[in-house]
Nanobody, 124 residues
Framework: QVQPVESGGGSVQAGGSLRLSCTASGYGYSSMGWFRQAPGKEREGVAGWDSVGTTTYADSVKGRFIVSRDNAKNTLYLQMNNLEPEDTAIYYC????????????????????WGQGTQVTVSS
């Protein structure tokens, strides 16, 4: 598998929006996920998607973040609205060739292929 490439990070004020993109060339990405890691914290799952259309979200972002995929562009998106300072982190995209139950889509061990990350900074 080719390493996914994230883009779209940046700095925004609280209440603002950003859209992250993850481009993963090739085929066989049955599951994809967005994770984030803030300084001094563990990497946590934010949103997951699989090839049968299942999406899942961490409780902390439900109602604010939306994950979607454009198959023609081999790109996974994360639309982040109403951003909060607590959303500040490096955001990573991850892929897996396997389809898993929804509860697995936010687990790090589900994925075997990770991007380099993109920084998101939200100021108050």
């Amino acid at each position: 598998q080719v390493q996914p490439v994230e883009s779209g990070g940046g700095s925004v004020q609280a209440g603002g929006s950003l859209r992250l993109s993850c481009t993963a060339s090739g085929y066989g990405y049955s599951s994809m996920g967005w994770f984030r890691q803030a300084p001094g914290k563990e990497r946590e799952g934010v949103a997951g998607w699989d090839s049968v259309g299942t999406t899942t979200y961490a409780d902390s972002v439900k109602g604010r973040f939306i994950v979607s995929r454009d198959n023609a562009k081999n790109t996974l998106y994360l639309q982040m609205n109403n951003l909060e300072p607590e959303d500040t982190a490096i955001y990573y995209c991850a892929t897996s060739p396997y389809t898993r139950a929804p509860e697995y889509l936010l687990l790090r061990d589900t994925y075997n292929n990770w991007g380099q990350g993109t920084q998101v900074t939200v100021s108050s």
